[in-house]
């Protein structure tokens, strides 16, 4: 959703000030919620300790690597920034050649996962500030939490932000196959599921997470029929 706010916006830095009013909104996809991993023997726990340190945020055109180096900012922070891969940044962590690994996808993580059956490792996020002066400053993040156990030496429950995916059509596409594309997806849950964990939040009852951009009307057909009351603000224009 933060790239659609860009692209309706016209307010990225890559349209140019173009405004793409034609996309649509389909059904909610899974959160992105974003996370710092640190080794242990570097003694940084905190998202603070990261100022003047080399960072990864994966690759450059991706969720992490446009938004990080933006909460920097927000943060008053600077950091050596670098991009790649998320298997290559995970080596690079490991190898000590980064101080720290940020980065946000479905849950869980795999290279996360791996670090974590590999390495001692540590992971951290925000503090409440924190979370409120990045938000301040770009409201498409949601508060959104990583639950315990996530990763094995994850204890406890780890607040942060996070921006939701969701699946997108042109307005153009027929009211019949929005319709069929949204219900399919949502009632083959089950299916999902085996593909990636992360399924688990493409739940019809997750289309709230969009607080802007206009739903199909083939879509928000799909959700009226489940009794879905959808935010004011995204019904068809």
Not at 32 to 51: E, M, N, R, W
Request: aromatic share 10%.
């Amino acid at each position: 959703m933060g790239i659609a706010l860009q692209a309706w916006t016209g307010t990225g830095d890559w349209t140019k000030g173009k405004k793409y009013e034609a996309i649509r909104a389909l059904f909610p996809m899974y959160d992105t919620p974003l996370q710092c991993v640190a080794l242990k023997k570097s003694g940084i726990t905190s998202f603070k300790q990261l100022d003047g340190k080399t960072v990864g945020v994966g690759p450059k055109a991706g969720t992490p690597g446009t938004y990080l180096p933006l909460i920097f900012d927000a943060l008053g922070m600077k950091a050596t920034i670098r991009n790649g891969q998320g298997a290559d940044m995970g080596s690079q962590l490991g190898d000590g050649i980064l101080d720290a690994f940020c980065f946000g996808a479905g849950l869980p993580i795999p290279i996360f996962s791996q670090l974590d059956a590999e390495k001692e490792v540590v992971f951290f996020t925000w503090t409440d500030a924190e979370r409120d002066a990045i938000r301040k400053k770009m409201p498409e993040f949601s508060d959104t939490v990583i639950p315990k156990g996530t990763y094995k030496s994850m204890a406890a429950d780890q607040k942060t932000i996070g921006l939701y995916n969701f699946a997108i059509a042109n307005k153009s596409m027929s009211d019949d196959v929005a319709y069929l594309v949204t219900k399919t997806i949502l009632e083959n849950n089950a299916a999902m599921m085996q593909g990636h964990a992360a399924a688990s939040e493409t739940i019809a009852a997750n289309a709230k997470a969009n607080t802007f951009l206009p739903f199909h009307p083939g879509a928000v057909r799909y959700y009226k029929e489940k009794g879905i009351q959808l935010p004011a603000a995204t019904m068809p224009k």
